[in-house]
Structure formats: C-alpha cells, structure tokens
C-alpha cells in the first residue's frame, strides 16, 4: 500500500471538499492543493520521490500565486460557453 504517513489526508479533502466550495476558483484551488497533499504524503512515506514532490508544488505556487487576472478571465469565458451552449440548445428544440 502507497501513502499513509499523513493518515491520507489528501483522500479525506478530496472525498469531502472537492467540489463544494461553493465557488469556482476556491474549487479548483482544493482540487490542485489535493495533489500536493497527495505527493507530499506519497514522498514522506517513500513511495515517490522529492523532485516530483517538489515540482508538483513549483507547479501549484505558479498556478495560485502568480496571475489571478488570467485564470479569472479563463472562467468567465468557461461559464460565458456553457451558457452560450445551454441557450443555443433552448432555441434548436
């Protein structure tokens, strides 16, 4: 069995955090944060090594602590799709 030095943490968020932030960024933000606990947990139990610790956290640092303005652009075009989707459907019925 993998993990288990941190009592799989990473699992407990992911089973009862992942999508219920009731936002979309806060949401995305768990769900990166997960895959860092889950590397953090799988290196400190010496089931995967440090690099991939180490760049799984450059990758979430660069990702949340680097452009806000970007990714929230990148929602507003997700969600302005899906509805534009949704009502295209309403008028081909």
């Not at 944060?33 to 610790?53: G, P, Q, R, T």
Request: aromatic fraction near 12%.
């Amino acid at each position: 069995m993998s993990g288990g030095s941190h009592n799989y943490i990473y699992s407990m968020i992911e089973e009862n955090l992942e999508g219920q932030m009731q936002d979309i960024e806060m949401n995305d933000l768990v769900k990166d944060f997960i895959k860092v606990a889950h590397d953090l947990e799988w290196w400190d139990s010496s089931d995967n090594c440090e690099e991939n610790y180490r760049k799984t956290v450059r990758d979430f640092k660069a990702k949340w602590f680097g452009n806000r303005d970007e990714r929230l652009i990148k929602y507003i075009e997700e969600s302005c799709e899906s509805l534009k989707s949704e009502l295209t459907q309403m008028f081909s019925k």
